[in-house]
């Protein structure tokens, strides 16, 4: 004997309301990754707190310098000039100074040697002949003499060391001078800075694709899209069934 239609009226109504709201989330994901590219979503990284979903620290430390009106910062292993990232910077950072007509920034015991724009022109390590060092501070603008116009007060715990970026050597240095303090950027500098961290794959198409697939809260998300998909099989399936039973 054949189920009868209300049996399967009431299937199709419970089968409905348990997979409304996944395929509410498929459907309105599934329009912007059709619109993806004129909304610009694939260029635009996630705020900082969305990209922690991925593993991304929710807030770094910053630490500045300014030289010629213009800030230097360090945010995790990142240097940026302003806003802008300019170049991979681990810690320990030393600091940032202007020497000559460049600019000097200490990164992990090596110095990265860079133009106006931010743009390394060379790095410099222990190959070099580069001491160990913590800080560091130009000579120029303290008095210095055309020959120490080139060269950087190299600072660690036990000494300090003069080292010259033209001639690529460390001498002892034993004179009273103090490293340049860091300094804190204006605030729109440093509500800048979070977003700039975040990976450039790191971007709304990322986190749209990942919510329509599930994948945004691992396994068990994507068996939930899975099961929402095969309900709705099974919600056209019973539709029919209901439709065949009760046409005239």
Known sequence: MAIPSRKWRRLHRWLGLLIAAPVIILSLT???????????????TLPNFLA??????????????EIDQQWWSFVGDQLFLQEQPVSQCRRPYAGVVSVADIYVAGCDGALLLLDNNGTVIER???EFELPQFERLMSLSGIGAGDSE????????AASSWLYDIDQLNATPFDEEVQPLAWQMPPAEVVAALPMQVVPPELNWQRLIQDIHSGRVVSLAGKLLMDAAALLLIVLAITGVIIWSRTRP
Do not use: D, K, T, W
């Not at 599934?30 to 635009?44: A, K, Y």
């Open 30 to 44: 599934g329009i912007l990754l059709n619109h993806i590219e004129s909304l610009g979503l694939n260029q635009r």
């Open 52 to 65: 922690s979903i991925y593993g991304v620290p929710v807030a770094e430390p910053v630490v500045s310098v």
């Open 124 to 126: 410099l390590g222990s």
């Open 149 to 156: 116009g080139s060269s950087l007060v190299l600072f660690s």
